[in-house]
């Protein structure tokens, strides 16, 4: 499986963007998707993931309200609109892909067995 990410940019604060990754290899429709970011001298943390089924989303509690986690099944493609934009969603973004994850484990990094490159998001105030 092999995951592409773009749309990464300079914004400023309160501005958006919106995140693809292509995701080829496999039948995309049989995968759990998500993303990651990943800031300088900072973990890695879980940002949004949808269901293979597109049936079920889930969201870090700081992006709530604010990013919206999508696929398109005809394209291979996951997205993540990401508006209101502030200086701490400045990082790497990463596109993850599984076939099988239970729910608790579809927030957890180490449970994904595709990443792709990271596309980087600027946020300036």
């Known amino acids: 499986v092999q995951l592409q990410a773009s749309g990464g940019g300079l914004v400023q604060a309160g501005g958006s963007l919106r995140l693809s990754c292509v995701v080829s290899g496999r039948t995309f429709r049989d995968y759990n998707v998500g993303w990651f970011r990943q800031a300088p001298g900072k973990e890695r943390e879980f940002v949004a993931a949808?269901?293979?089924?597109?049936?079920?989303?889930f969201y870090a509690d700081s992006v709530k309200g604010r990013f919206t986690i999508s696929r398109d099944n005809a394209k291979n493609t996951v997205y993540l609109q990401m508006n209101s934009l502030k200086p701490e969603d400045t990082a790497a973004y990463y596109c993850v892909a599984d076939r099988s994850l239970i729910t608790s484990s579809m927030t957890n990094g180490d449970a994904y067995d595709y990443w792709g490159q990271g596309t980087q998001v600027t946020v300036s105030s």
């Open positions: 949808i269901r293979r089924s597109g049936g079920a989303t």
